[in-house]
């Protein structure tokens, strides 16, 4: 079963906005068993959406439309899908008493006649009611296709797709089963990995494909199966998977689907009874942030300093002037001494401190840009490296992120 | 002029990855003065793709592909345009410089067949040499139409799109002018905003386009503009502009080319020689990291501290057990004590302090999901305001983050 994406909005044709609907819509129709075959962002322009809904029927059975939706003149949308069936639009009630409801209790402020025409639809469609915001979903069948158009507010085109898409596509369609498998392995090249590989590759079966994404110093591999048979799918994954595994041993990766290295390094800290604190000077907040961002966490991790100015480094974690003047503030006796600090502030076991020169200017220092050192702190002792990730001040602090990841987990291994 | 950017991977079509270089691509091109028709992603698959360019070759006049220029089978992308043109690839020197090089002084590691066949080129092109990167561009002019292929990992694309697609299409088209100009409202729906600049909007030039994007709390009105004649665009948008502004005087709005909000504050701490700290709880890290997301700013930020759990707040910051008892950690008490106590620690004169339930559960407290109270610290006072920013928790931390920042600008404008 094939479906096809298309996003429609000026902003993402211009750059102004990166299309994030897409990939989450593509996400949950793979899930169960939807292909998407292409995904296609065109202008706020009535000939353009005609064509590109032509264009996607011959191609696919499933065409979800997003954006275009709201209540301005320049959202077109659903009086072209209207044309396009050759149908009218009449007022939908549900969808009235959805919005009339939305702005008595929620917005709490005069309905206004541009809001009320939200509930105009096509004669032709099922509506798709809207509990999070104004703009209803439009679900039309027509010669054995289904056509479905969604707001482009990410939150309300989630909402719209969870609770209502997907469900009725499960009823609609008899689907296959498609299983995804991700691999990312770290610090080797793809080609290195390929030539490693490559009997492996040759011999997949015709229904499993495997790709190579590279990205930052880290290579995913993906295998895609898809069969109308499960059982077939799941059996001869984890059958190849567990032929790839041994192949892989002299390379650093892990599973996708394994809990993310932050929530792994916080299961350990947690079995252990083992708090972490941070102290950030270059990575300015992203450590803390990336840990922070996965629920559960308060259990492991006490919290975070980010010490950007070189005085507060000195008045918040206790690092001596004496140290800072005779090291400079990029060494690794600052390092060792900001780990040291906030370990102890925090009454911390574990603790991992950042300092050095995310550019594009030297800041507080003369150390060369990009250079970045990072100190563990462990309930016995204190490592730290030194590193040189490039002149790219985002690319610096995510490298420096994913490396401090990287060091603690070695240091909580070889002491848990 | 028009252009059609063509990215092929299955990782974007299954929701692996979302698709930024089309965005990029879409504003680098838009500030030479092309526009993008369309934007299509494809399957990894030789029929797709020669279905797309021809497509593409159709709409536009300019068309950028990315992805599957790398060294493994899953890169067809090169084999497949040779095709397309009825051409063969042969080895280009350039190139193969290029990545011997890139093998002996950076990458360090033997040179394979796969990386040597990298250089293999279709013998109509031109070849555009990624200095940083071992997949080269290609440049191939037919029938009076522009293709460019370039590699789909993002720094690798923005470096060829920068340093050479866009001086070479400037060298080979003569282009129009396109302007944009992006108001970002805040607090009011865009149906509201609809019905106060109907008149203006109803009497725009025919080669100015308005157009509505809402977001979260947020409304983006966005002005297009394009013609041949630059003078004009911009003597009529300055005009337009001068005619909504007041138009908006009622409703909390900036302008996209202004300063972010973070740079304003900040240029108003550094004019007065005053310093920011930030103790964040619930945020978790995100409001120091934007922040150090722009360059420049130990000109005024002194630091932050995340003091995740409540131990933390009172062994860093030192609130006092009493407190946190009696008012609960999610408090007013307790925020202000944040403020202050992270203000003193950092030698500030304005600290800002968040504490509260992002969810997904109630973590130490007893307050509803969603509850953030935030506070500012200033020279002479505190004060703090409490909110339900509701139950997703990414816009828990995103709304509370956003709202910070207003509520320390209205301070330090009241003081500065």
Redesign the interface.
Do not use: C, M, W
């Given at each position: 079963m094939l479906a096809e994406i298309i996003t429609i909005?000026?902003?993402?044709?211009?750059?102004?906005?990166?299309?994030?609907n897409?990939?989450?819509?593509?996400?949950?129709?793979?899930k169960i068993g939807v292909?998407?075959?292409?995904?296609?962002?065109?202008?706020?322009d009535k000939a353009?959406i005609l064509k590109?809904l032509k264009?996607a029927e011959q191609n696919a059975n499933i065409i979800i439309i997003t954006g275009g939706l709201?209540?301005?003149?320049?959202?077109i949308t659903k009086t072209t899908i209207a044309n396009y069936f050759n149908d009218t639009l009449v007022v939908d009630k549900a969808a009235l008493d959805n919005i009339t409801h939305l702005w008595q209790n929620v917005?709490k402020?005069p309905l206004?006649q541009?809001?009320i025409d939200q509930a105009l639809m096509p004669s032709k469609s099922e509506t798709l009611i809207n509990t999070v915001g104004s703009a209803s979903g439009i679900w039309i069948n027509n010669n054995n296709k289904t056509f479905v158009a969604l707001p482009g507010?990410p939150?309300e085109m989630k909402a719209l797709i969870t609770n209502a898409v997907i469900p009725k596509l499960e009823k609609t369609y008899q689907l296959p089963y498609i299983e995804?498998q991700?691999i990312i392995t770290y610090g080797v090249?793809?080609?290195?990995i390929?030539?490693q590989i490559s009997e492996f590759?040759n011999n997949l079966p015709h229904f499993i494909?495997?790709?190579?994404?590279?990205?930052?110093g880290s290579v995913?591999l993906?295998l895609?199966a898809k069969d109308t048979d499960k059982n077939k799918v799941v059996t001869t994954m984890q059958q190849q998977i567990n032929l790839l595994k041994p192949l892989l041993k002299n390379i650093d990766h892990h599973f996708d689907n394994e809990p993310n290295r932050i929530m792994q390094i916080g299961a350990l800290l947690k079995a252990n009874n083992l708090?972490l604190?941070?102290a950030e000077s270059c990575t300015?907040?992203?450590?803390?942030?990336q840990?922070?961002?996965n629920?559960?966490?308060?259990a492991f991790?006490?919290?975070?300093?980010?010490?950007?100015?070189t005085?507060?480094k000195i008045?918040?974690l206790g690092i001596s002037t004496d140290i800072i003047k005779t090291y400079g503030v990029v060494s690794t006796k600052v390092a060792e001494a900001m780990a040291n600090g906030v370990k102890k502030?925090?009454?911390s076991a574990y603790a991992i401190a950042t300092t050095g020169v995310a550019?594009?200017?030297k800041?507080?220092s003369n150390t060369d840009v990009g250079t970045v050192i990072i100190s563990i702190a462990t309930p016995n002792y204190t490592i730290s490296k030194q590193f040189n990730f490039g002149k790219?001040?985002f690319?610096v602090i995510q490298k420096a992120t994913y490396k401090a990841f990287e060091l603690l987990e070695k240091e909580i291994l070889k002491n848990c």
């Open positions: 909005g000026d902003e993402i044709l211009i750059g102004q906005i990166v299309d994030t897409s990939a989450f819509i593509s996400k949950a129709l793979n292909s998407v075959y292409q995904i296609t962002s065109i202008q706020d353009h590109a264009e709201g209540p301005t003149k320049d959202d917005i402020k206004q541009v809001n507010v939150y995804h991700t090249g793809e080609s290195v390929a030539e590759e494909k495997l790709a190579y994404l590279p990205s930052l995913r993906r895609s708090k604190a941070v300015g907040g992203e450590i803390s942030k840990i922070t961002a629920p559960g966490v308060s991790y006490n919290g975070g300093i980010t010490t950007y100015a005085q507060s008045d918040v502030l925090y009454n550019g594009p200017s800041g507080d790219n001040r690319r």
